[in-house]
């Protein structure tokens, strides 16, 4: 039975932490983002300063340097790989194209906020690099690990920004927790 | 241990991966004899002393990397990507 | 006892505590050994081996007899150190190895044969029977040696591992390390400062003298104080750092709630990593015993040790003491017992120059205390001087010092060796042994406190100066500065067993007997005799043992040299090592989208890598997996099956040279391959051997899909970027996973086409969708990817959508699916499924088969180079002789295969040398009625139609099997393609 849009089913969408956060313990929330679309941008050959130029057009922001984030209003594009960033809030200009490849990677990624007094240090049980904001100020973006997962860390001026894999959301969730907690403990031991 | 990566600086051992010996960049000539290409493949020094091997920086920029060190000292001399630069 | 006046415990509040059951009193600021000596316990456990009584030897981290297990909220903690354990308010503690009480040990009947259970006693007398090693001789030995046991529950408290960073790490908190870290902190550079105890001041927490007018003690606690209020300094009470690793690494074991009674959420300990990018060590010095007759009896204890308990604690363990030295620190124990009004019985130095350092105390220079006697507690001491003389003194305490040992173990975990220094008859870090690290005070020998405070000054501030970090050095207070003057004395002579190794059972005599049986490098008589084992690693007897050693091989001793000291420096719980990674810690567990609907349906879920899929689907009256497997099998023979297949790797790929990149990383040719069309790959190794295979999708001109295996995604990935980046890197191709981004299901089976044009936006037909298509397609309004591929056999698509819509897509799918007699399907179904096929899985292609093994021989295009060609082509790889793919079946239909079972001649004896090839995969075909096997045979597909004996050592099963085609059915392949 085709519906009046012409289709015949009706598809419904899941964040990929649905039901799992958010969660707050002791002084630091952790909370799922909405990112927009998500899109991955690898310059070809050469391409370097045509890309940034085309996204400065575009989207009002250049191609980071490693470990960068460029912001502009609505839109941020985050350093995530060599020769790799993740366009993060608006759809990619088809002027992008011709430089780059796009490739859609809104629906991969468990995108969550840790916010509080306690972010930093609830991080330094899982992450191997140096969070604290004189270290990683904002604007900072790092590809590293939580625990055993691959994650993309960038400081937003609201918190630290972590992405995982979509399929990971629970551990993602479980992990930070359970280090929320550990450092909650602490702080209530004195 | 740590190795500082040329695109994400230093970083801790663990989100390296370990490959072996850099020779793998050196690949024969598709006409090469086959044992030319077995010596390549299998054969290898086990020097006590410098070395230079691959490692793959899976955690983190995911670029190949050629790291010179010392096996007995543990000094690392340098650390290169095996992609150059002016590839692009 | 406790004495007035004395020890800087806080005597406003006492705390009440157990030990084996019995209730004691100590104060806040005590550690449990100055508890229990304030309460005239001197007996707190038995040694290993012979189960003798022993005492608190030490006061630190160093202590190698007083190990207790302690209880807390049900949780046991085995062999914490009672030197270190601060004594809180319900303290539990009870002591170890012993039976049935630590005053009563049956076991210490193992004493009294002690003659027959020397040095290598155990290599020697339980080699025979052979058998009996097993059976009768280890439990025996593990029954009556050891430690603290583990409790056997799992392990509820929670333990923490984490990462700092820093510029200037400053190991040890004594005067050396706060001046360190004073000068480094001054200069504005990131500082650590790690202490193993709960204060800062290290000796100076235990002397009584003066630092910049002021005592000691709190000097240190006013610096501390002040460093602790520094933005840019951390302090680390607690926190022993344990290792020392390449790149300026050090492990550092923290205890953060041992001294608690109720920890709450806080871990026990934490375990963490620091980047250092430089380090000063100041981990200071441990005295040493010196071995005479029966020096274990509880109540002889390190001179620097009773000194401390009196002073830091107040307590003293006897009415009279006694102190026996061949150095001039040992002196000012004497002086400070006198001080404290404690009786002091004697002063008995080694040496016949020595002054008497200690004010009004009987002085014996040139004497020797030869033997101390007592069983459960020290009683008297007999002393020996010169000419022979003798003399007995009745005393309850014995201070004992060898000379200081400076704390050398960093300095040698990246193999550095310490040079012997016989000015202070120790050896002392070699210059540079760990780069970055610099070792400062006595952990370099330098022992008298202002002298200690000046290198720390020195060594801290030119680390953060290395570091280009600029400031004034700062000014350094007033101390001692008393020279420090040893003779060395390693064992008094003498009959009887003189104790060197106090957790180890090791004497003199057994060190002796070791080189007499020419155990005599260090190394050897280290294993031998045990010396150096176990929790302590041997750190109040290393240097004694192997001076003895040395002098019984006639060799000094640099050149007899030490043991390696390997990290850790303090036992780390492995549970704080391995923190966060217990049960779903233990990897990450990734779930597709369509795991609640698959759980919601009662299908147990397996692990295939990190991923959960379903094992089968089961329907209400089915009682076992067969039974669900079969009926999914005809269902998708005859209906409809769907399958979440999301977990196979996806790998986007753009650029101009995608082609050429894919036909250098596949055997076969993909730059022909059309825009919309989909081929199989077959990915090679460079020796030859199959990596991975799976199906790559041309979606345009310019982007393609590449899919792997579920469990080979990561690898192939790290290796499309190695050759991508070793040999390719004049291409243009850019590629990134999409693995996640798509949420993927198999639609498999006769009526797949009818389900699909049911959901579709615009329906499809042979035409729009012949076999192994690809084009976009549209559901409910969703941009989706369609591919018509089959694993099944039968005629097949994959449909895939954005992620977010998997969970919804799937329950769509199996409403349509139920409608049309079909269903889910899950991996036991999916292997059947494949097996009938005679499509391989990394069961087949397990690393060891090439192409021609598994008759793809004709896919390594000849045409192009690829990664494994050249080698694939090498003699041997190509061989009539090889073990081919081979499908196999029981005669007797209904009789089972096993996998992993080997193959023989039927008439052949089922050994080794007649082996001829193993099965890899079967399953119960419910379309053909028999089991099915793949595996593979040598020479297998010249045998198609033999017969072939199956051998399942492992389960015990034979069974003669039918060689045929791996393919059992739909040969020709008409029905994924109708």
């Given at each position: 039975m085709r519906m009046e849009d012409g289709c015949v089913v009706e598809l419904t969408a899941l964040m990929p932490c649905n039901g799992i956060l958010p969660i707050t313990i002791g002084e630091t929330t952790l909370s799922e983002v909405d990112p927009g679309r998500i899109t991955a941008l690898m310059p070809f050959r050469g391409q370097h300063a045509a890309l940034t130029e085309a996204l400065q057009a575009a989207h009002g922001l250049?191609?980071?340097?490693?470990?960068?984030?460029?912001?502009?209003?609505?839109?941020?594009?985050?350093?995530?790989?060599?020769?790799?960033?993740?366009?993060?809030?608006?759809?990619?200009?088809?002027?992008?194209?011709?430089?780059?490849a796009v490739t859609d990677q809104s629906d991969a990624w468990s995108v969550v906020l840790l916010a509080g007094l306690d972010a930093e240090d609830v991080l330094a049980r899982l992450v191997p690099i140096d969070l604290r904001p004189a270290a990683f100020p904002e604007g900072a973006a790092a590809r590293t690990l939580c625990q055993h997962m691959s994650v993309t860390i960038c400081r937003r001026a609201e918190g630290l920004q972590i992405m995982a894999f979509r399929s990971m959301a629970r551990t993602l969730a479980h992990e930070i927790s359970d280090a929320m907690a550990s450092v909650a403990g602490r702080r209530a031991a004195g | 241990m740590r190795l500082t990566c040329p695109i994400c600086g230093p970083r801790d051992r663990r989100e390296f991966y370990y490959q072996g010996d850099a020779v793998m960049l050196d690949r024969p000539g598709a006409d090469a004899p086959p044992q030319v290409w077995a010596d390549w493949l299998h054969l290898r020094d086990n020097p006590a002393g410098r070395t230079r091997d691959l490692w793959y920086h899976e955690a983190g920029c995911t670029a190949w990397l050629a790291v010179e060190r010392d096996t007995v000292t543990h000094e690392v001399f340098s650390v290169e990507l095996v992609e150059s630069a002016d590839a692009d | 006892?406790?004495?007035?006046?004395?020890?800087?415990?806080?005597?406003?509040?006492?705390?009440?505590?157990?030990?084996?059951?019995?209730?004691?009193?100590?104060?806040?600021?005590?550690?449990?050994?100055?508890?229990?000596?304030?309460?005239?316990?001197?007996?707190?456990?038995?040694?290993?081996?012979?189960?003798?009584?022993?005492?608190?030897?030490?006061?630190?981290?160093?202590?190698p007899n007083a190990l207790v297990t302690v209880t807390r909220a049900g949780d046991t903690d085995p062999n914490i150190r009672a030197t270190v354990q601060?004594?809180?308010?319900?303290?539990?503690?009870?002591?170890?190895?012993?039976?049935?009480?630590?005053?009563?040990?049956?076991?210490?009947?193992?004493?009294?044969?002690?003659?027959?259970?020397?040095?290598?006693?155990?290599?020697?007398?339980?080699?025979?029977?052979?058998?009996?090693?097993?059976?009768?001789?280890?439990?025996?030995?593990?029954?009556?040696?050891?430690?603290?046991?583990?409790?056997?529950?799992?392990?509820?408290?929670?333990?923490?591992?984490?990462?700092?960073?820093?510029?200037?790490?400053?190991?040890?908190?004594?005067?050396?390390?706060?001046?360190?870290?004073?000068?480094?902190?001054?200069?504005?550079?990131?500082?650590?400062?790690?202490d193993e105890g709960f204060d800062c001041g290290g000796r100076l927490a235990s002397e009584e003298e003066e630092v910049d007018y002021q005592p000691g003690h709190a000097w240190a606690h006013a610096m501390a104080a002040e460093l602790a209020t520094l933005p840019n300094v951390r302090l680390m009470?607690?926190?022993?750092?344990?290792?020392?690793?390449?790149?300026?690494?050090?492990?550092?074991l923290e205890r953060v709630t041992h001294h608690l009674a109720n920890p709450g959420?806080?871990?026990?300990?934490?375990?963490?990593?620091?980047?250092?990018?430089?380090?000063?060590?100041?981990?200071?010095?441990m005295e040493r015993h010196i071995a005479f007759r029966d020096n274990d009896r509880p109540g002889v204890m390190m001179a620097g040790a009773l000194r401390a308990y009196l002073n830091r604690w107040g307590v003293v363990p006897g009415q009279r003491v006694a102190v026996f030295g061949n150095n001039d620190d040992a002196h000012r124990t004497a002086r400070d017992m006198l001080d404290a009004g404690v009786r002091v019985e004697a002063l008995v130095d080694s040496r016949h120059d020595a002054q008497n350092l200690a004010g009004d105390v009987p002085f014996f220079p040139g004497w020797q205390v030869s033997r101390a006697l007592g069983g459960k507690g020290l009683e008297a001491i007999d002393l020996t001087g010169p000419q022979g003389a003798l003399k007995r003194l009745q005393v309850d305490a014995l201070g004992v010092s060898g000379g200081w040992n400076p704390s050398v173990h960093l300095t040698c975990h990246l193999n550095g060796r310490p040079v012997w220094n016989d000015q202070i008859a120790a050896f002392v870090p070699r210059d540079g042994a760990v780069p970055g690290m610099s070792v400062a005070g006595s952990a370099r020998g330098t022992f008298s406190t202002h002298a200690c405070l000046r290198e720390g000054a020195e060594a801290g501030f030119d680390a953060a100066s290395a570091l280009g970090f600029t400031g004034d050095k700062p000014v350094i207070p007033e101390a001692e500065n008393a020279a420090y003057r040893v003779r060395r004395l390693w064992a008094v002579a003498g009959k009887g067993r003189a104790w060197l190794d106090f957790q180890n059972d090791v004497t003199v005599k057994d060190v002796k007997q070791a080189a007499t049986e020419n155990y005599k490098s260090v190394e050897h008589m280290k294993r031998y005799t045990t010396q150096g084992m176990a929790t302590d690693q041997g750190k109040s007897s290393n240097v004694s043992a192997l001076a003895v050693l040395a002098d019984a091989t006639g060799r000094d001793i640099p050149e007899t040299g030490t043991t390696t000291f390997r990290p850790p420096y303090v036992p780390v719980p492995i549970a704080a090592m391995g923190a966060g990674a217990q049960g779903a810690g233990f990897a990450p567990q990734r779930y597709t989208t369509s795991h609640e609907g698959c759980v919601t349906r009662g299908a147990p879920m397996i692990e295939a890598g990190l991923w959960y899929r379903p094992s089968y689907f089961p329907k209400p009256g089915e009682t076992s997996w067969r039974e669900s497997c079969d009926r999914e099998v005809k269902m998708v023979r005859e209906a409809v099956g769907i399958c979440d297949v999301s977990t196979l790797g996806k790998i986007d790929l753009q650029g101009r040279d995608v082609g050429p990149f894919l036909d250098f990383v596949y055997s076969n040719t993909f730059s022909t391959l059309k825009p919309g069309r989909v081929r199989y790959g077959l990915m090679l190794r460079e020796g030859g051997h199959v990596m991975d295979d799976g199906t790559t999708a041309r979606l345009s001109e310019t982007q393609w899909v590449m899919t792997t295996t579920t469990a080979a995604a990561g690898p192939v990935m790290k290796h499309l970027d190695w050759v991508r980046q070793a040999y390719c890197s004049h291409m243009d191709v850019r590629f990134v996973s999409v693995t996640e981004q798509w949420a993927q299901f198999a639609v498999a089976g006769p009526k797949s086409r009818e389900l699909l044009n049911a959901l579709l936006d615009e329906p499809i037909d042979d035409d729009s969708f012949p076999f192994m298509q690809n084009g976009p397609v549209s559901i409910g309004g969703v941009a989706a990817r369609l591919f018509r591929i089959s694993f099944s056999g039968e005629h097949a698509?994959?449909?895939?959508?954005?992620?977010?819509?998997?969970?919804?897509?799937?329950?769509?799918?199996?409403?349509?699916?139920?409608?049309?007699g079909g269903g889910p399907y899950g991996m036991e179904a999916l292997n059947v499924l494949r097996i009938e096929k005679g499509h391989i899985t990394h069961a087949e292609i397990h690393g060891r088969t090439n192409a021609f093994d598994i008759g793809f021989a004709r896919m390594v295009s000849a045409k192009k180079d690829c990664i494994g060609k050249a080698l694939a082509a090498r003699p041997g790889m190509v061989d009539d002789d090889r073990e081919q793919l081979v499908g196999l079946r029981p005669v007797t239909v209904g009789n089972a295969?096993?996998?992993?079972?080997?193959?023989?001649?039927?008439?052949?004896?089922?050994?080794?040398?007649?082996?001829?090839g193993y099965i890899t995969s079967v399953g119960f075909s419910p379309t053909l009625g028999t089991f099915l096997g793949l595996g593979f045979l040598k020479n297998g597909r010249a045998r198609h139609g033999e017969e072939v004996r199956m051998v399942d050592h492992l389960r015990g099963v034979e069974e003669v099997c039918l060689v045929t085609d791996p393919v059992a059915f739909d040969a020709d392949g008409g029905r994924l393609r109708g």
């Open positions: 250049g191609f980071p340097e490693p470990g960068q984030t460029t912001v502009a209003e609505g839109a941020s594009c985050v350093w995530t790989a060599r020769d790799q960033a993740f366009l993060m809030g608006p759809a990619p200009d088809d002027s992008l194209a011709p430089h780059a | - | 006892m406790r004495i007035d006046g004395k020890g800087r415990v806080d005597r406003s509040r006492p705390l009440n505590f157990t030990f084996d059951g019995k209730a004691y009193s100590g104060f806040a600021g005590d550690t449990l050994a100055s508890a229990l000596l304030g309460a005239d316990v001197r007996l707190m456990g038995r040694s290993f081996k012979y189960h003798r009584p022993r005492g608190v030897l030490t006061a630190g981290s160093e202590e601060e004594v809180y308010s319900g303290l539990e503690a009870v002591s170890q190895n012993r039976w049935p009480s630590l005053n009563v040990d049956f076991l210490s009947v193992n004493n009294l044969a002690a003659p027959f259970f020397g040095a290598g006693f155990y290599y020697k007398t339980f080699m025979w029977p052979k058998s009996f090693w097993e059976k009768l001789y280890e439990p025996m030995i593990r029954r009556a040696a050891g430690l603290g046991a583990l409790s056997g529950k799992s392990n509820a408290e929670r333990y923490e591992k984490a990462y700092a960073f820093c510029d200037v790490l400053v190991i040890g908190g004594g005067p050396a390390g706060l001046m360190a870290a004073h000068a480094a902190s001054r200069t504005g550079a990131e500082v650590i400062l790690c009470p607690r926190t022993t750092v344990t290792g020392a690793y390449d790149g300026g690494t050090f492990g550092a959420d806080a871990p026990v300990e934490c375990f963490w990593r620091i980047a250092a990018k430089r380090a000063v060590l100041c981990a200071g010095a698509y994959e449909i895939a959508v954005p992620a977010r819509y998997g969970a919804s897509l799937f329950e769509v799918l199996l409403g349509r699916a139920e409608a049309l295969l096993t996998a992993g079972a080997h193959l023989f001649d039927k008439e052949a004896e089922a050994v080794r040398i007649n082996d001829l």
